[in-house]
């Protein structure tokens, strides 16, 4: 099994799973930009697909309905055959008809809509065992969170996270979720031994490694896709780094951590007894 988490300028994951049998799976699908243009599906993904020899998707799994994971799916959907489009189908608060309409035009275009929730195991290839830690399917409910989390923390907390196990290896992509309510969720739900990882995605870009998830993988390896910096505002602890972010907070607890924005595009290659990580290029000194 081989996954690419591929390195975009604008922010966002997309990352490509290659089974042992050779199907492709995306998980999310990078961001978009209009000025200057660039879309992570045709600029990204695509390509990287084509050099690769794909000639079609297995299927694309949309952690959550926001653009920095979505954002490249219309175009791959009007140009690949994709065969699944996958999500938890949620249609509740902060969701939006562009993504409705988005689910739609996969099963237009002739894939398969395959919502998924916590305790689904998925069909991918005989040598993986794919599990879905979350959502549940009645959805994480923000108000049970003491932070009351906004809409757009919702959609977060409600991301479809994934446990992909190949022989001895785990691979875990939580999307976008982060702390609350979706950790009490996995404490309550998810048997500790199956939450150690060997490779991890970094939740939510790195931003937000979560208070205790982070313990709870203990990962061997962790990657954040991310750019480099992110500019201030009123209500965000930016400027920042989350790579760098994610660099103090599993460096600390003993990862090797692997930045996107740091190092290209990232390959984890797995034999189902060991992982070998590689990068495109070492860090840049700083200026
Ligand atoms: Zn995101």
Redesign the pocket.
């Known amino acids: 099994m081989t996954v690419t988490w591929l390195d975009t300028p604008v922010?966002?994951?997309a990352a490509v799973l290659k089974t042992p049998a050779g199907k492709v799976y995306l998980i999310?699908t990078g961001g978009v930009r209009s000025q200057p243009d660039y879309n992570a599906g045709r600029d990204a993904v695509s390509p990287f697909l084509k050099a690769q020899g794909v000639t079609e998707i297995a299927g694309i799994v949309i952690?959550?309905p926001?653009g920095?994971?979505y954002g490249g799916a219309e175009w791959l959907i009007n140009n690949w055959k994709v065969n699944a489009f996958i999500d938890h189908n949620y249609e509740g608060r902060g969701q939006t008809l562009s993504y409705t309409r988005l689910r739609g035009l996969a099963v237009s275009r002739g894939g398969v809509h395959q919502p998924v929730h916590f305790g689904d195991v998925l069909d991918w290839d005989p040598a993986l065992k794919v599990e879905v830690l979350s959502p549940p399917k009645e959805f994480l409910d923000p108000n049970s969170d003491p932070a009351k989390v906004s809409d757009h923390g919702l959609l977060?907390s409600n991301s479809v996270a994934l446990r992909v196990q190949h022989g001895k290896n785990v691979f875990i992509f939580p999307?976008?979720s982060y702390g609350g309510t979706f950790e009490k969720h996995i404490k309550t739900n998810v048997p500790p031994e199956k939450l150690k990882a060997n490779v991890l995605t970094a939740n939510?870009?790195g931003f937000n490694p979560g208070f205790d998830f982070p313990k709870m993988v203990m990962p061997q390896y962790v990657v954040a896709s991310c750019v480099a910096d992110y500019p201030g505002n009123a209500n965000t602890p930016y400027p920042c780094s989350p790579g760098d972010n994610a660099i103090k907070v599993y460096g600390a607890i003993g990862a090797e951590v692997f930045v996107t924005a740091f190092h290209g595009n990232i390959t984890a290659v797995s034999d189902g007894e060991k992982v070998i990580m590689s990068k495109q290029h070492e860090r840049a000194p700083a200026p």
Do not use: A, F
């Open positions: 922010h966002g994951l999310d952690s959550h926001h920095d994971h977060n999307g976008d939510h870009h």
